[in-house]
């Protein structure tokens, strides 16, 4: 070509042209989209971190099976120690087990209350005892949990004594009866459930909570 115009110059016909900024304004927009959905989705995930709260008191309404299937699923994805994936997540609906659960981790303490706070569903995380950081995995595996729970509108808290009562015999014969191995020893549960009443407000945060390190001119220094 000759004139105005280098060779390297592209004339497109005006349709292809059209089509041509239609696509650009697409990817460029849409990408623009995707972060602005990013930025809300982060947003999102912070508040549901901060106003999830310890639940004490519970409806005796059922928690519905999809929700339930998505609070355990939400388990099944959290950090494990080398991808191990150690923990094992057992999820009691029985009245006879939930029952019977109940008083095994009540005699933990000496008392004869019920330690799940009357939630109609307690999930039990106990983890493959020979794996270095079963402890680790199975609150990560806790964590997760809690927080889909709290996005589905429902309450859990986390409850205490499964080591004791899965290194117990009674304990054992459960596993047996459940047809899981003995080796598996108890990190935590979670009491499910609709909340019976408002939660509390959150404690303060305490001062000092967070310590950066910043290496500057003068060396490493702590930065409250």
Not at 119 to 128: G, K, R, S
């Given at each position: 070509m000759s004139g105005l115009f280098p060779d390297s110059v592209i004339f497109l016909p005006h349709s292809y042209l059209v089509i041509a900024v239609w696509l650009f304004c697409c990817l460029y927009l849409g990408s623009i989209s995707r972060m602005?959905?990013?930025?809300?989705?982060?947003?999102?995930?912070?508040?549901?971190?901060?106003?999830?709260?310890?639940?004490?008191?519970?409806?005796?309404?059922?928690?519905?099976?999809?929700?339930?299937?998505?609070?355990?699923?939400?388990?099944?994805?959290?950090?494990?120690?080398?991808?191990h994936q150690s923990p094992t997540i057992i999820a009691i609906t029985d009245p006879k087990y939930r029952r019977e659960i109940a008083k095994l981790n009540a005699e933990v303490m000496g008392s004869n209350t019920d330690p799940?706070?009357?939630?109609?569903?307690?999930?039990?995380?106990?983890?493959?005892?020979?794996?270095?950081?079963?402890?680790?995995?199975?609150?990560c595996v806790l964590e997760n949990m809690m927080l889909a729970a709290h996005a589905l509108g429902l309450g859990t808290v986390w409850v205490h004594r499964e080591r004791e009562i899965f290194d117990s015999e009674s304990g054992k014969a459960l596993l047996r009866e459940w047809k899981?191995?003995?080796?598996?020893?108890?990190?935590?549960?979670?009491?499910?459930?609709?909340?019976?009443?408002?939660a509390s407000q959150p404690a303060a945060r305490k001062q000092n909570y967070i310590v950066r390190t910043i290496c500057g001119e003068e060396g490493t220094h702590a930065d409250q």
């Open positions: 602005e959905d990013y930025i809300c989705m982060g947003k999102n995930f912070l508040s549901l971190i901060k106003t999830c709260r310890s639940v004490r008191a519970y409806k005796s309404e059922p928690v519905p099976s999809k929700a339930l299937d998505a609070v355990l699923e939400a388990g099944t994805y959290a950090p494990t120690g080398g991808g799940y706070y009357g939630a109609p569903v307690v999930i039990l995380v106990l983890a493959d005892g020979s794996a270095s950081t079963f402890v680790e995995d199975g609150s899981q191995p003995e080796t598996l020893r108890g990190v935590g549960a979670v009491a499910l459930g609709y909340p019976a009443r408002e």
